[in-house]
């Protein structure tokens, strides 16, 4: 039960007149604390929307995962003219690409040289021409060791995959990612130079005059001095895209950029 303090030296009236201002007091701090209470409401409110409006704009702008095709995990680059060339990045890929991927009909280019990759033109029942021929000798030499050693040229040979055996000579030994060669091989001189481009905001790399013809923009990279990690970045602000994505078609060793488009 509420007290009522009253003072004696006032009259009855006077005392109620002081308990009524209280309660006017009271009564304005109560409705003000009401009016802050909803504008607080209010603005909350508001944020919850914008919010809303955050989070759906996100969901729009926020790129779909793009599916990886089955041979993104070699090397890769369509020739100028459509075919679909692969290649090694280390022993084990080297392995995998001969004995799974390689059917009658493809050609097959490799390097005498320790370290070098394998690369497979897949026919796909169509007659390979010179110029696809050309691209994948200049993409097995430029992701060889001789790029590395800062090699301007190297000595490419081809042959067909039933020319590969693992059955190796009495006495000798077949490394992994290694294969022996059986019968006649041919040679093509490629110049070890590699372009980095982009198209429908996919990272492409490989021989020059393929992505040249399969880019919207591109980069054109020669040995040099430059960390991959730096030579990355340049291209990113060149081409747009992923740096990882990039880096995954800079051959190991040192490289600058000679020529962007």
Known sequence: MARITIDIKKSIEQNA????????????????????????????????????KIVSSEKITEKPVRKKE???????????????CIGGRDATTNDIIIKKHADKNDIVFHTDMAGSPFFVIKANNSKISQKTMEEAAQATA?????????????????V??????????????????????????????????????????VIIGGPVNAIKTNSEKFVIIKQ???????IA???????GGSIDEITLFIPAGGSRIQKTK
């Open 17 to 52: 007149a002081v308990y009524f201002e209280k309660a006017k007091k009271s009564r304005k701090k109560l409705e003000g604390a009401k009016k802050a209470f909803e504008k607080s409401q209010d603005k909350l409110i508001l944020l919850n929307e914008k919010k809303k």
């Open 70 to 84: 089955w041979y993104e995990k070699f090397r890769w680059f369509l020739s100028s003219e459509g075919f679909l």
């Open 142 to 158: 430029s992701y060889s060791r001789a790029w590395r050693l800062g090699l301007s040229s190297l000595e490419v040979f081809y």
């Open 160 to 201: 067909k995959p039933e020319q590969l055996t693992k059955k190796a000579n009495s006495g000798e030994y077949i490394a992994k990612g290694a294969f022996m060669v059986v019968g006649k091989t041919n040679y093509i001189h490629p110049v070890l130079e590699i372009a980095v481009g982009i198209k429908d905001n």
């Open 224 to 230: 040099g001095k430059e960390k991959t990690s730096e």
């Open 233 to 239: 970045k340049k291209i990113k602000k060149i081409i």
